[in-house]
């Protein structure tokens, strides 16, 4: 038991054990120190109404078409709806899985504070969310006070993975710096501690550029990056220095946003205008997805079935995490890494240059089961 104090209020973080055998048995092993992951993961930013609403019944059946088709890993956070990801998917998972089977990741790097009604439709990104501001705060104080209204709103007696959100330069410009020795001053040693009492099993980054991912690994010890739209049909720069340093240092790696803001999944026939990393895709994006997309054509295999296995065949990356909103994407999710894809596909990719040399291809026999 951890008590952690904030002004009158005193935090008890009671300990779960950990799963059963036969539950882990049924994953990959990461690192000793992290938990288990499965090849697909389920991200719940969606069902934290991102961009668009989504009504309570059909976030809850999302969830639980996703735990009912067998995918055992969560990602979630207290930015997603300003907690409202983090209470839909506690409460499906308080009936689902009350014994904390399943592995269910969350980040810490934002405090909510009460803004009341009126907060206005659409916040960052997000409608219809819950009545919080998010702030950033990677102090010690602001790590554990994050990770305790998590634990509260998920109703979990532990994290499985604790990620420190949206450190760099991306999202911070020219503050990163100061956010960053913030983070490794106060927000480390927080997440540090609570992987040491086993409040947490594992702990990492969530972010959106490994360029930072690399910088803070020279300065902390950490088990698993979850690195967004980074490492897709469309960008394989980690491949240079990142994943290089992650082999070495054992840190595995999960692969968010593989779609890279939706243009890998409806291609260029998407509605306009086509998205790349939540801005309009510049003309260059356009005719790259346009080729990956002929290839594609010729062996009649969807380019959202080769976005979504492509990442999986590095053997750093552990998990790959597309968002889904209703039950309807998590079947056609199951279905898309279901797909078999010729091998001579990929020789394709790589010979039109759309790969890079040393990006590792799925094959029959490298092809992790889902």
């Known amino acids: 038991m951890i008590l952690y104090a904030e002004g009158d209020f005193v935090y008890e973080l009671k300990i779960a054990p950990p799963p059963g055998k036969a539950a882990m048995d049924a994953f990959s092993s990461f690192t000793p120190a992290c938990p288990p992951l499965p090849p697909l993961g389920f991200g719940a930013a969606a069902i934290g109404n991102l961009y668009q609403p989504v009504a309570e019944e059909a976030a809850r059946a999302a969830v639980t078409a996703a735990v009912t088709a067998g995918?055992?890993?969560?990602?979630?956070?207290?930015?997603?709806?300003?907690?409202?990801?983090?209470?839909r998917l506690g409460a499906v998972l308080a009936e689902l899985d009350p014994g904390e089977e399943l592995v269910v990741s969350t980040k810490v790097g934002r405090v909510l504070v009460p803004v009341g009604a009126g907060a206005g439709p659409v916040r960052h990104g997000f409608a219809d969310a819950a009545p919080y501001e998010p702030v950033f705060?990677?102090?010690?104080?602001?790590?554990?006070?994050?990770y305790a209204e998590s634990r509260r709103r998920l109703g979990r007696n532990r994290i499985d993975l604790l990620l420190a959100h949206d450190l760099g330069t991306v999202t911070h410009g020219d503050d990163h710096a100061v956010h960053f020795r913030r983070f490794l001053?106060?927000?480390?040693?927080?997440?540090?501690?609570?992987?040491?009492?086993?409040?947490?099993?594992?702990i990492g980054l969530g972010v959106n550029e490994w360029q930072v991912c690399l910088e803070a690994m020279s300065h902390a010890d950490f088990d698993v990056v979850l690195l967004a739209g980074r490492y897709t049909l469309l960008e394989q720069t980690a491949l240079d220095a990142f994943f290089p340093a992650c082999a070495a240092r054992g840190v595995k790696v999960i692969v968010g946003g593989p779609y890279n803001s939706g243009i890998l999944v409806n291609g260029t026939q998407g509605a306009a205008p086509l998205y790349y990393n939540?801005?309009?895709?510049?003309?260059?994006?356009?005719?790259?997805?346009?080729?990956?997309?002929?290839?594609?054509?010729?062996?009649?295999?969807?380019?959202?079935?080769?976005?979504?296995?492509?990442?999986?065949?590095?053997?750093?990356?552990?998990?790959?995490?597309?968002?889904?909103?209703?039950a309807a994407q998590v079947a056609q999710t199951r279905a898309l890494m279901d797909t078999v894809i010729p091998p001579e596909l990929w020789q394709i990719l790589g010979a039109d240059g759309l790969l890079h040399p040393d990006a590792p291809v799925p094959t029959p026999n490298t092809t992790k089961a889902a």
Request: proline share 7%.
């Open 137 to 146: 705060d990677y102090s010690y104080d602001g790590v554990m006070r994050s």
């Open 71 to 87: 995918i055992r890993y969560l990602d979630t956070a207290p930015h997603y709806g300003f907690g409202l990801s983090e209470s």
């Open 185 to 202: 001053d106060g927000g480390y040693r927080a997440m540090r501690e609570l992987r040491d009492q086993g409040a947490v099993r594992a």
């Open 278 to 326: 939540y801005q309009p895709a510049p003309a260059a994006i356009i005719d790259r997805v346009r080729r990956l997309e002929a290839a594609c054509d010729r062996f009649d295999v969807p380019l959202a079935a080769a976005a979504l296995q492509f990442p999986l065949a590095h053997p750093v990356v552990a998990s790959v995490i597309p968002g889904m909103a209703d």
